[in-house]
């Protein structure tokens, strides 16, 4: 692929361009430079004829990427409320082949890339999924309704989109995946996700994330591994586990979290139901843990699960 020379007209940083095309993105800055007035020169030929022809096809599928992110998130909330233990392989490899050309296309940017390009290819990359995603904010007035949309959104990125990223892998792969992590946590309040790929997001569901407890800590901005956390995962795996009716309701209550999580973020007053969740029921159990009162810890996480239950999901009996 024949290619320019151009100096980006908005932040003067050189690069090259596919030659015969009437504009880009900048892979530095993401502003549309017209290469029709851009102060185009003839590429110099300073290198291997490879290096034009690398640079050709990463700025050509780099664009595409930049074009087509919105496309990639295609009725997102649709794939997160199909979203199952049951269902998660059938959905992402329909989600893959759907997006084929879009993750392909972003293989051939990190194959192709300069090393001195990658940081600014990452950014641009991050940033076209966050514009997406601030455009559909944009399209909502309720405050409630933002929230629903935002916390359907992060988990399409962290089941569907990072996955799919590092599918690709290589360590080029991993530290985009990173990037877009760090960079839609800054954009969005309270929506840090967490870069997994398929396989960890299948073993999660054979480990029995705790799905409730991990809902309410990051949304009090209590962190993923925070102490509470840490402690409710402890006497999960230790001393409920160790019982035949502990071992049962780890099942059972695994079976409706993720359904409760979903269900709680979408309800117009989520953020007030943590806090309430927190005070209520999950600080106290952490209290019973360090005092040693596990029994009292079980109970008192039983009762959320059960009011939880009957609130969110009134037509599913659990067992006691």
């Known amino acids: ?11 003067k940083e050189e690069m090259q361009a596919p030659a015969g ?3 880009i993105l900048c892979m530095f800055c993401g502003e549309r430079i017209d290469l029709t007035a851009a102060g185009i020169k003839e590429a110099e030929n300073n290198g291997p004829a490879a290096d034009n022809a690398d640079a050709g096809k990463c700025y050509e599928n780099l664009n595409f990427i930049l074009e087509h992110a919105g496309a990639a998130c295609k009725e997102y909330s649709a794939k997160v409320k199909a979203f199952r233990k049951d269902s998660y ?5 329909r989600y893959k082949e759907e997006n084929y050309a879009f993750y392909t296309a972003v293989k051939l940017v990190l194959d192709y890339a300069s ?5 600014g290819i990452y950014h641009q990359i991050a940033g076209a999924f966050i514009r997406e995603q601030e455009a559909a904010l944009e399209q909502v007035k309720k405050k409630n309704e933002k929230f629903t949309v935002q916390m359907d959104k992060n988990m399409f990125m962290a089941v569907y989109v990072l996955p799919s990223i590092k599918e690709i892998r290589g360590s080029r ?12 946590g800054s954009s969005f309040k309270d929506s840090n996700i967490i870069a997994s790929d398929y396989d960890s997001i299948v073993q999660g569901f054979k480990r029995k994330l705790c799905y409730v407890t991990t809902a309410v800590c990051q949304n009090l901005n209590k ?17 409920l586990a160790s019982t035949q009716e502990g071992a049962a309701l780890i099942e059972e209550y695994y079976d409706i979290a993720p359904t409760l999580v979903k269900r709680i973020a979408k309800d ?16 106290p159990c952490v209290a019973f843990i360090k005092a040693g009162r596990q029994e009292e810890c079980k109970e008192t996480y039983c009762g959320m699960m059960e009011e939880l239950r009957k609130e969110y999901m009134p037509g599913r009996e659990t067992r006691r």
């Open 268 to 283: 117009a007053d989520a953020q007030a139901k943590y806090i309430w969740l927190w005070n209520t029921y999950l600080a």
């Open 21 to 23: 095309r009437e504009s």
């Open 173 to 184: 792969a991993n530290e985009l995946a990173e990037v877009i992590c760090k960079e839609w």
């Open 115 to 119: 090393e001195e390009s990658l940081d």
């Open 223 to 239: 962190g993923e591994n925070c102490e509470e956390l840490r402690l409710i995962k402890e006497f999960r795996d230790g001393y």
């Open 1 to 11: 692929m024949e290619t320019i020379l151009i100096k980006c007209p908005h932040c």
């Open 89 to 93: 392989h059938e959905l992402f490899e």
